[in-house]
């Protein structure tokens, strides 16, 4: 599947990137996948970009000055469906896997202004029919709360040193942390290994090495917990709104994020409401 990367800049002019590969940086460094070194407030590697069957994972680089917005709201990382666009830095970018039109097709007949209004104002009517109706299977409401992402403790492994047994976690927390824009689960599981290295540091008697894993973890735990409230209150008001596919794009966000808790209600919801969202958007676009 051939997909692109469209960069419009403020003076209107458009350039067409192809998104080759399994995961695609862009920013000002000429190092990045797409370079765009007239961008000046671009990071060196501003975005990762990884194509998939039902859009893109993007991500924005940690500590990145310049905000992305995605439909006027800042974005952080997520699943952005074919079509959307974000801006950052005096940017449009648009993921895309559209083949450019090269010219008109002499008997395609122009719609109308009317016709076009009509439309915009239809789309969100019919969300909101299909997301009201009983008779659509639509399951809006969690069987069960939210589960949280960590458990309370975590002991150091009895048996074998423990002060090797911190330093492989630590190493391993480090680097799962720094995946975390592109790999929801990683970021969780790093948070389980900072505080088992914590716990073994402890047994070890290296305190200072301790209260550091205690504070890396907990930095990377507060940002971790308030992407899921954030995706969940995006959820409910996507929902809400009728918007399907945005509705879709959370809930996939979020099956990423309790994946680990297999068994739990909430996820099984999430699924679920995953595979209704889906057959809703295909049969409304039929």
């Not at 009201?132 to 975590?154: H, R, V």
């Amino acid at each position: 599947m051939d997909a692109w990367l469209e960069i419009v800049r403020e003076d209107g002019s458009l350039e067409r990137q192809l998104l080759a590969g399994d995961r695609i940086t862009v920013g000002r460094s000429p190092s990045a996948v797409i370079p765009i070194p007239d961008a000046r407030d671009l990071e060196p590697e501003h975005l990762m970009i990884a194509p998939r069957a039902e859009g893109c994972w993007v991500a924005v680089a940690q500590g990145a000055r310049a905000v992305v917005r995605v439909r006027g709201e800042a974005f952080q990382h997520g699943i952005l469906g074919w079509g959307t666009e974000l801006e950052v830095a005096n940017l449009r970018l648009k993921i895309t896997d559209e083949l450019p039109k090269e010219k008109k097709d002499p008997n395609e007949k122009q719609v109308s202004s009317p016709i076009l209004i009509a439309a915009f104002l239809l789309i969100p009517l019919i969300g909101w029919l299909l997301l009201s109706d009983p008779d659509t299977g639509l399951d809006t409401t969690p069987p069960a709360s939210p589960p949280d992402l960590f458990e309370e403790e975590i002991a150091c492994p009895s048996g074998g040193s423990a002060r090797h047994r911190a330093d492989l976690d630590a190493e391993a927390a480090i680097a799962m942390s720094e995946r975390y824009p592109f790999a929801s689960q990683d970021g969780v599981q790093a948070v389980r290994r900072f505080r088992r290295a914590r716990a073994c540091y402890r047994a070890a008697g290296a305190t200072q090495e301790a209260e550091i894993m205690e504070r890396e973890g907990a930095r990377v735990e507060a940002r971790i917990v308030e992407d899921y409230r954030t995706h969940r209150l995006r959820l409910e008001r996507a929902l809400g709104q009728g918007r399907l596919p945005d509705a879709l794009l959370e809930t996939r966000a979020l099956i990423e994020l309790v994946r680990h808790k297999e068994g739990h209600a909430y996820l099984n919801w999430l699924r679920l409401l995953s595979r209704q969202l889906q057959l809703a958007i295909d049969t409304a676009a039929e």
